[in-house]
């Protein structure tokens, strides 16, 4: 049991975690699995700012900011007590791909040469922060959701907007790793 | 019948005059932390899988997006099946929700904003490698600077918001 904990867990137990997740809030109190809403929440609850998107009892929605919060802490937790007892295997030929862009691999969760706060004022920093989050957090309220408002709880509840949402998702992804990305941090 | 002026303005008021997604559709009143630190739990195990999956990582989007590696799509392909079982089965024997209310479900209507936006968004996960739940985890599992990215995805909602009447949906 010991060991299960502290290796990577396979696709299939996360999917499935994650998939009960909507029954899980549905069934404890009618709540519907999102969570870029939570973005919004933080807005009209911070700066309302008399946007007519932003007036709305949020304090009726406060539960996706305690369900957010819960996944901060959860990073908090499974990294100091669950670690992963290995380092990161990645596809070999996605590590050759990204030398190829002077990203080096580090086999952590994230690559430590860009994500740091060194970063935060340089181009590399402007583009993987600050552009980065924007699109995120412009682009899934646009859409209407993001990969558990959409992906998730949208397909579970056979949704075709929510298809194609998940479609353009994949879509801008695929768009960017293969024609802008390289582009971009070549410059 | 004599209104109060508290009820009046909940009855007439809609709680989201703007379609409120992941919306809260519990009756039964709730207070601030005794009924909501259920959803920190949640919160919690989900964090945790996100960590101990590894999906959080940066390099599982690049794999994701270059057809390296199955884990990804493993992980959202399970997760839709076991939703939509899971859908399928409380509308099937209309189980209650804890407080023995109807579970409630939404038809979402088509908009432009769906591709559009959806593509903005695609965009920005693969250079994050991180949509807005996994931003939280990330920050949790020390990466800090991660805070400027999600300091910059509320910005992003807030332009939406305000702009929002501009753009074609």
């Known amino acids: ?187 | 019948m004599q209104q109060t002026k508290e009820e009046f303005v909940e009855v007439m008021a809609p709680e989201h005059p703007i379609e409120c997604e992941a919306a809260n559709d519990q009756i039964a009143g709730e207070s601030l932390i005794g009924s909501n630190i259920k959803y920190i739990l949640v919160g919690i195990l989900f964090g945790v899988v996100f960590v101990k999956a590894e999906i959080i990582s940066w390099y599982r989007i690049q794999e994701m997006f270059r057809l390296h590696s199955f884990h990804m799509y493993g992980v959202i392909g399970t997760a839709v099946a076991v939703g939509m079982i899971s859908v399928f089965l409380i509308k099937r024997f209309q189980l209650k929700t804890m407080q023995g209310e109807k579970v409630i479900f939404h038809d979402k209507d088509f908009h432009w904003g769906n591709v559009i936006g959806g593509l903005m968004f695609g965009l920005g996960w693969a250079i994050t490698g991180s949509c807005p739940g996994p931003l939280f985890a990330q920050i949790g599992s020390g990466f800090l600077v991660v805070s400027i990215t999600l300091l910059s995805a509320i910005a992003g909602t807030w332009v939406y918001g305000l702009v929002r009447d501009k753009l074609p949906h």
């Open chain 1, 1 to 187: 049991m010991l060991e299960f904990i502290s290796q990577p867990w396979p696709w299939y137990v996360a999917g499935a975690f994650i998939g009960l997740t909507v029954p899980t809030l549905l069934l404890l109190g009618n709540k519907h699995f999102g969570i870029s809403s939570s973005l919004r929440h933080i807005c009209a609850a911070c700066f309302p700012a008399n946007i007519p998107f932003f007036k709305y009892n949020w304090k009726k929605e406060l539960w996706n900011l305690f369900f957010v919060a819960g996944i901060l802490i959860g990073g908090v937790v499974a990294t100091k007590f669950l670690n992963n007892s290995e380092p990161m295997l990645i596809s070999e030929k996605t590590v050759s791909d990204l030398l190829a862009l002077n990203i080096v691999v580090d086999h952590n969760l994230m690559p430590s040469s860009i994500f740091n706060f060194e970063n935060v004022f340089s181009k590399q920093g402007l583009l993987f922060f600050v552009v980065g989050g924007f699109l995120v957090g412009f682009g899934t309220r646009y859409a209407g959701g993001c990969t558990s408002g959409h992906a998730i709880m949208g397909l579970s509840n056979l949704q075709w907007p929510s298809l194609i949402a998940t479609i353009s998702f994949m879509a801008g992804g695929f768009m960017m790793v293969h024609f802008i990305f390289p582009w971009l941090v070549k410059r």
